[in-house]
């Protein structure tokens, strides 16, 4: 019996992109190669893979590999599902826009996919799902107040992060707003979103620390079935301090899963 290969096309050689596309060169995943990388930078000989457009990795191509932000999701993922490719989304927060969801969930031949990413405990919020809603979800997750910086804050608040000497809470909403806020830095709060089935549901703090030399997320949820509580706090990227060191490992992990890798848990 002959088992197929995954064709994977990944989109972005960045921090997780260099992590996951290394991986796979050294057939690291079984069942699954890497036959291009897409970027908007001439990347030369530093990917181990041929650089094509997106419509060329899409022609090449059993599943895309999403590794470059919200904008590829929003821009491209109805487009890959549509032409009957598979969509692997590791920047979730794009989706918090519910019509984007909901087109991406409904379109098809591809199936789209989502990496869990810097947090735990997902699995199981979906499970509790099928007994009845959650009374509550909160997450809070703590940074160092350089990676919080966006571009819409005002003086008064960069002042009052780059001065901080203990933490300092930056947004308080719902995981439908903080990720719009924040693009690189709270899929996390969308990911809970999509494990309880309802941004509005999950109440997010987001909490600047000049000492947190973790990233740290907590999820703590509740209902009528029961209470759970998951802490999880990583070492950030050396070279993109706003994501957590494990996220390509976690995309690598839903690789294996996708690729047909024994042993999994599901």
């Given at each position: ?168 809470e930056v947004m308080a909403g719902t995981a439908r707003d903080v990720p719009v806020k924040f693009p690189k830095s709270t899929n996390v709060a969308a990911s809970v979103a999509l494990a309880v089935g309802d941004p509005d549901a999950v109440r997010v703090r987001v909490v600047a620390d000049p000492a947190a030399e973790l990233t740290r997320h907590v999820v703590e949820a509740s209902g009528a079935h029961g209470a759970y509580r998951f802490e999880v706090a990583h070492r950030p990227d050396p070279g993109n301090p706003a994501t957590s ?22």
């Amino acid at each position: 019996m002959t088992t197929r290969t995954l064709k994977v096309g990944l989109v972005g050689w960045g921090a997780i992109g260099r992590v996951v596309g290394t991986a796979l060169d050294r057939h690291d995943i079984p069942g699954a190669e890497l036959t291009c990388v897409v970027d908007n930078r001439p990347l030369g000989e530093a990917a181990p893979a041929p650089q094509h457009t997106f419509e060329e990795a899409l022609e090449r191509c059993d599943l895309i590999v999403e590794a470059a932000g919200q904008g590829v999701v929003r821009e491209w993922g109805e487009r890959v599902l549509t032409c009957g490719t598979d969509l692997l989304v590791a920047s979730t927060g794009a989706l918090t826009d519910d019509d984007l969801a909901k087109r991406l969930l409904a379109a098809g031949p591809g199936r789209v996919y989502f990496t869990g990413g810097a947090v735990g405990g997902l699995d199981l919020l979906q499970a509790v799902r099928a007994l009845g809603p959650l009374d509550t979800v909160h997450l809070t997750t703590t940074k160092l107040p350089s990676t919080l910086e966006q571009p819409w804050m005002d003086l008064e608040l960069l002042a009052r992060l780059r001065s901080a000497t203990g933490p300092v809470e930056v947004m308080a909403g719902t995981a439908r707003d903080v990720p719009v806020k924040f693009p690189k830095s709270t899929n996390v709060a969308a990911s809970v979103a999509l494990a309880v089935g309802d941004p509005d549901a999950v109440r997010v703090r987001v909490v600047a620390d000049p000492a947190a030399e973790l990233t740290r997320h907590v999820v703590e949820a509740s209902g009528a079935h029961g209470a759970y509580r998951f802490e999880v706090a990583h070492r950030p990227d050396p070279g993109n301090p706003a994501t957590s060191q494990v996220v390509p490992y976690a995309v690598l992990r839903s690789l294996a899963a996708l690729a047909g890798r024994t042993g999994q848990i599901l």
